[in-house]
């Protein structure tokens, strides 16, 4: 089992910035794709965005949605083994509880942009930005 822990959500006004943080603990592989996705009231769960993880390189690839693209950054840090979503410039719709995700994976450049491929998630952290 992997265990998913993520801080730091808030109230922000509309063009600040947020930092989330995922921590993962427990079963450990050489291999992980992480990933950050969000649901809003009334909609169904979206992909935000994805990172490969191989604990033995710095080297990664990953993937943003269209709506976050230029806005939102998404990064690891193998010494502390969490996963960073950097969101600026964030807009009332950007409202949403966000939630971290893991999956184990066979290689160092894999991610997944479908949560199904995720079979391990954190609790989730609300975000709400005012206009």
């Known amino acids: 089992q992997v265990q998913l822990v993520e801080t730091g959500g808030g109230l922000v006004q509309a063009g600040g910035s947020l930092r989330l943080s995922c921590a993962a603990s427990?079963?450990?592989?050489?291999?992980?794709?992480m990933g950050w996705f969000r649901q809003a009231p009334g909609k169904e769960r979206e992909f935000v965005a994805a990172?490969?993880?191989?604990?033995?390189?710095?080297?990664?690839?990953?993937s943003y949605a269209n709506s976050v693209k230029g806005r939102f950054t998404i990064s690891r840090d193998n010494a502390k083994n969490t996963v960073n979503l950097q969101m600026n410039s964030l807009k009332p719709e950007d409202t949403a509880v966000y939630y971290c995700a893991a999956a184990l994976t066979r290689n160092s450049l894999t991610y997944y942009s479908n949560s199904y491929d995720y079979p391990y998630w954190g609790q989730g952290t609300q975000v709400t930005v005012s206009s």
């Open positions: 990172i490969s993880w191989n604990s033995g390189s710095t080297y990664s690839a990953n």
């Open positions: 427990g079963r450990t592989s050489s291999y992980y794709a």
